[in-house]
């Protein structure tokens, strides 16, 4: 057994250990290492200490601006932009976007999940994470302090669809013993008894991009398959969600018509599209690790379909709700 360290690659064999199939070699032994060093007290980091993370997901936006190409350089009105930004989209769209390695991205993602579960504190570990997340939930009332568009759409899409359309679903609540914020707007299961998912982040409005929407049910993906690997750490009970028993996961950007129309001409959106499903279906079936198979889309309702909160007590609209919801069409045109 030897260790070396150079850079940022941390090299470890094992004979014990076959290398999945489909992970860079550095990705895999980084993971492998910190797995070890953890149960020696090392936690990955060399130091033999241990860290106070404030969320699983800490340091993953670094790491999605860094793969997008956005550095120091991108300014605009004096301040740094993300990929939250419409501006950043804007100039991806235009001719200063270049092809994400997708792959890459994932593992990063991944990797920087597991360093923050393996970096936390004992004692942040010994919490239980709340049981409701990722199960079956519903939420159908809409609150009068919180009559958005899209929460009003979000509850009416549960209200009026069958049992298979959940919303609200908790991811990290009491993960490492934090609060957590984390919610998934809605969950689609195909069939009573199906095992096939969609993860959904809903949008209405032009608060968000594609671009920011997509990176939000991306981390959502990564922190599953998070959880998919690591549940024995996780729960001292095993976890009863029938979401984290799924043969199949697809993560969806879902939202009306126009919330696209200012980037229906963007090729690089719909490459970025396409650069996240390969990337996400190559890694579930070929890493070796424990995850169903999964995918990504950006979805549109019907281009006739318009939604604000006032229409939620109208019956007409509430019925066009649930014609949109089933006849949602890709929002790229390949």
Not at 188 to 213: C, N, Q, W, Y
């Amino acid at each position: 057994m030897s260790i070396i360290l150079c850079d940022r690659k941390i090299h470890f064999r094992s004979p014990h250990v076959d290398q999945p199939k489909g992970y860079s070699t550095h990705v895999i032994d980084k993971i492998r290492f910190r797995g070890i060093a953890g149960r020696n007290g090392l936690n990955g980091n060399l130091t033999g200490e241990e860290d106070d993370i404030v969320s699983i997901f800490q340091g993953l936006d670094p790491i999605i601006n860094t793969s997008l190409g956005i550095d120091e350089t991108w300014i605009w009105k004096d301040s740094q932009l993300s990929f939250r930004h419409t501006k950043t989209l804007q100039e991806l769209c235009r001719d200063r976007g270049r092809d994400v390695d997708g792959q890459a991205l994932v593992h990063d993602l991944l990797d920087q999940v597991i360093q923050n579960w393996e970096n936390a504190s004992f004692a942040q570990k010994s919490v239980s994470p709340n049981s409701n997340n990722w199960r079956r939930r519903q939420n159908p009332n809409v609150h009068p302090l919180n009559p958005s568009d899209e929460v009003t759409l979000e509850r009416i899409i549960t209200q009026t669809t069958d049992g298979n359309w959940w919303n609200q679903i908790p991811v990290d609540h009491k993960l490492l013993g934090v609060q957590g914020h984390r919610i998934i707007d809605l969950v689609h299961r195909d069939g009573e008894f199906g095992r096939d998912f969609e993860v959904i982040e809903l949008k209405i409005g032009d608060v968000d991009t594609p671009l920011s929407a997509a990176v939000q049910v991306l981390k959502y993906g990564v922190v599953y398959a998070f959880y998919r690997n690591r549940y024995k750490e996780i729960f001292t009970e095993p976890p009863q969600a029938e979401l984290l028993n799924a043969n199949r996961l697809t993560l969806v950007v879902l939202a009306p018509w126009d919330f696209y129309l200012k980037f229906t001409a963007c090729d690089w959106l719909a490459r970025f599209e396409k650069t996240l499903q390969e990337a996400l279906l190559h890694i579930s079936t070929t890493s070796g690790l424990n995850l169903p198979e999964m995918g990504f889309k950006f979805q549109s309702f019907p281009k006739t379909f318009t939604w604000s909160a006032d229409m939620a007590n109208n019956e007409q609209a509430r019925k066009e709700v649930l014609w949109a919801v089933h006849n949602r069409v890709p929002a790229f045109t390949r």
